[in-house]
């Protein structure tokens, strides 16, 4: 931490905060400049007590951390990418996947008919949303329990990976009967109760940022499922709230090379949520793979005009293999191979 101090600091001001850093665990090397002095603070800004305290001094104009909020999620204490197994597939390290499925299980017919639609078309991890985060009450609310039976009756015919929501702790293991990985939604991303809960269940963790969400707190978020047990985390950009209002959100796509560069975590993009439009998830998925997204989550259906959630923003499942060819000259170009198409 730096600790700028304001001018005028009187001699005795400044031992007094060096004690008080001292105090709080840290070494701190005055460095005097012409017009006002600095503190650094030597120490370990994750094990010991915070130094922002230290911004209610009337003596500090600020107090600047140089370490991250995070530490096992972070490149230096793992410097190689991590790669997550889902079911039997590899994710992150090179091994490119797009999972895809509908936003919401709807009933057995539509899932078979996306299953069958997409293992046709080479997919191997299929998602699907049993408990829906729904802005409004009144719109549908998901079929909870009965959409887990859907899906496990699914896998069984398909042998394909799950990838499923909970929303709340009493979910998760129902949920994680079923799940290869379980999805942790925008809107839960800091509800850091959950995240300790899910991160106990020994399943893979896809951690969406949430729509406010800082790259750097997305990651901390990450932490706490790391420090709590679960060692598979796929980071997942799904836009955030900006000024713009075409489309739903904004695909922050310096948030996937940060992401990249600060984590050993791999990082997939959900162009679907990002758009909220169809039409924009192929180039989403290109700037998502050329920012060096491992991987894509995308919204299918059997039927996307009577789909009961996210209608607008579905893609046909029957014709979703184009949209896998279209993508891949991307995925070769970023020096990835598409898993679903080669094995
Ligand atoms: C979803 O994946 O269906 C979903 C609700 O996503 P998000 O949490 O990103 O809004
Ligand atoms: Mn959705």
Redo the contacts with the bound molecule.
């Keep these: 931490m730096i600790i700028v101090l304001k001018s005028g600091t009187s001699k005795e001001q400044i031992e007094k905060i060096k004690h008080d850093i001292t105090d709080l665990g840290y070494d701190p090397k005055v460095i005097e400049g012409v017009e006002r002095t600095i503190i650094g603070a030597v120490g370990d800004e994750l094990s010991h007590q915070s130094l922002e305290t230290l911004r209610g001094m009337p003596e500090v104009e600020n107090v600047i951390p140089i370490q991250k909020r995070f530490k096992l999620a972070s490149r230096e204490y793992s410097p190689h990418d991590t790669v997550v197994k889902i079911g039997d597939w590899k994710l992150g390290g090179g091994n490119f996947q797009t999972i895809a499925g509908p936003?919401?299980i709807e009933s057995e017919e539509q899932m078979d008919t996306v299953a069958s639609d997409l293992s046709a078309a080479g997919i191997r991890i299929l998602?699907g949303?049993a408990f829906?985060?729904r802005t409004s009450p009144y719109d549908f609310q998901g079929l909870g329990k009965k959409g887990l039976d859907i899906l496990q009756n699914i896998k069984d015919k398909y042998n394909m990976a799950i990838v499923t929501?909970v929303m709340g702790i009493p979910e998760i293991k129902d949920a994680a009967m079923v799940a290869d990985m379980i999805?942790?939604?925008?809107?839960?991303c800091q509800n850091y109760h959950l995240l300790k809960e899910v991160a106990q269940v020994g399943r893979p963790v896809l951690l969406?940022?949430g729509?406010a969400t800082k790259t750097e707190e997305w990651l901390a978020a990450a932490e706490y499922l790391l420090t709590n047990g679960c060692d598979d985390v796929v980071l997942?950009e799904?836009?955030i709230r900006t000024f713009e209002t075409a489309t739903r959100n904004t695909m922050d796509v310096s948030g996937i090379a940060l992401a990249r560069q600060w984590s050993h975590l791999p990082v997939i993009a959900?162009p679907?949520?990002a758009a909220g439009i169809q039409h924009l998830v192929l180039p989403l998925s290109c700037a998502a793979i050329g920012a060096g997204a491992d991987g894509l989550?995308i919204?299918v259906h059997p039927d996307p005009i009577h789909a009961l959630?996210?209608a607008p923003q579905q893609m046909q499942s029957g014709t979703f293999r184009q949209t896998l060819d279209q993508l891949e000259p991307f995925i070769k170009a970023a020096g990835k191979h598409m898993i679903s198409l080669n094995n």
């Design positions: 936003c919401s998602r949303g829906k985060p929501e999805q942790i939604g925008a809107r839960n969406k940022r729509m997942c799904r836009g959900d679907s949520h989550i919204e959630s996210d």
